[in-house]
């Protein structure tokens, strides 16, 4: 008896969440707050300091969890200044910030 040999493909649809963390918090989808989670990106829109940090994402399926590496972002941001101007009118100051 011969056996044919018989070549098997299992198709299947791969379903993962992709979390994005950073300070041990996981990162919120808030468009007003500039956090933007989309196609698998993560985009900041008008950061502050606050935004620094290390961002690493996690992939999760059937199969298990994944991490990437940590990626640093530092936020510079010029130096906050006040600026007062004295101006002498009728013989008064006035401190302007």
């Known amino acids: 008896m011969k056996l ?3 070549n098997v493909h299992n198709y299947f649809a791969m379903h993962f969440s992709l979390l994005s963390y950073t300070k041990g918090k996981e ?3 808030n468009v007003s707050g500039g956090v933007i989670l989309s196609n698998q990106s993560l985009v900041l ?3 502050t300091r606050g935004a ?3 961002y690493h994402c ?3 399926n059937i199969e298990g ?5 940590k990626v640093t972002v530092e936020i510079k941001c010029k130096s906050l200044m006040t600026v007062s101007i ?3 009118v009728r013989n008064e100051l006035k ?3």
């Open 4 to 6: 044919n040999q018989i």
């Open 27 to 29: 990162v919120q989808h």
């Open 45 to 47: 829109q008008s950061v």
């Open 52 to 54: 620094s940090g290390k």
């Open 58 to 60: 996690i992939a999760s």
């Open 65 to 69: 969890d994944g991490q990437s590496n």
């Open 86 to 88: 004295i101006s002498q």
């Open 95 to 97: 401190h302007l910030s």
